[in-house]
């Protein structure tokens, strides 16, 4: 079974610019989440979708980040324009159906690494 | 508010020698709780996880974590140390409500693994 895959893993960019990080989660998992990890900070949760739609936004920083999942499979995350506090690693996870325990595991993918200059 | 402190940054153990890190949570109902490790260059890898029962999980690697309710904690041990072991671990507990799921994360311990 194939991971979680991200793109690009490093991306280096001037302040300003754009990019636009790209995620493809386990195939049939209906789940899909973003995270951030700021330079040796603690990983946040930036936002978790449920096929299309949205379930929860609340951790994404600003109107300057736009995620989206067209179609309910693979998942973008678009920073415009990109500021330099924006520099971290980026990690995407899937997960099956959550169960009403909650019982949940998460399956990560590698990360990509934004360097905003 | 749901929180993960793992006290310590850094540590540094000789390889052979055992391995505990600390994991402290605030959650108000019975947690479900995670340890995570990010190996340099590799993704968040899970090493165990505890949902219920038995209060020792055993995970991938040797690794085993014991949950103390008494002590709000969720330390990961290991009794000998691969020089391989060296990476960054990460405690979660999952918080959900309202169809909403996420993990809070701690901090990380990084384990360097002395020859």
């Known amino acids: 079974e194939a991971g979680v895959t991200q793109f690009p893993s490093h991306s280096v960019i001037e302040k300003g610019q754009t990019v636009t990080l790209r995620c493809d989660p386990i195939?049939?998992?209906?789940?899909l989440y973003w995270y951030r990890r700021v330079m040796g900070k603690e990983i946040k949760f930036l936002l978790h979708f449920v096929k299309e739609s949205k379930q929860d936004e609340s951790g994404m920083p600003n109107n300057r980040f736009l995620a989206e999942r067209t179609g309910g499979t693979y998942s973008t995350l678009k920073v415009q324009p990109a500021e330099l506090e924006d520099s971290g690693v980026y990690f995407c996870a899937s997960s099956q159906a959550i169960p009403p325990s909650g019982a949940n595991v998460l399956t990560f993918g590698a990360g990509s690494r934004l360097t905003v200059l | 508010a749901q929180s993960v402190t793992q006290p310590d940054i850094h540590i540094t153990v000789s390889e052979g020698a055992s391995l505990e890190l600390r994991c402290n949570y605030s959650y108000g109902a019975t947690p479900y709780l995670f340890w995570y490790v990010q190996s340099p260059g590799q993704g968040l890898q899970l090493l165990l996880k505890?949902?219920?029962?038995?209060?020792l999980v055993q995970g991938i690697k040797g690794f085993e974590a014991e949950f103390k309710r008494s002590q709000s904690s969720f330390n990961l041990r290991k009794p000998s140390v691969h020089w391989s072991d060296a990476a960054e671990y990460f405690c979660?507990?999952?918080?959900?409500?309202?169809?909403?799921?996420?993990?809070?994360f701690g901090s990380g311990t990084r384990l360097l693994v002395r020859p």
């Open positions: 505890y949902f219920s029962g038995d209060t």
């Open positions: 195939s049939g998992h209906d789940n």
């Open positions: 979660a507990v999952a918080r959900w409500k309202d169809s909403s799921y996420k993990l809070i």
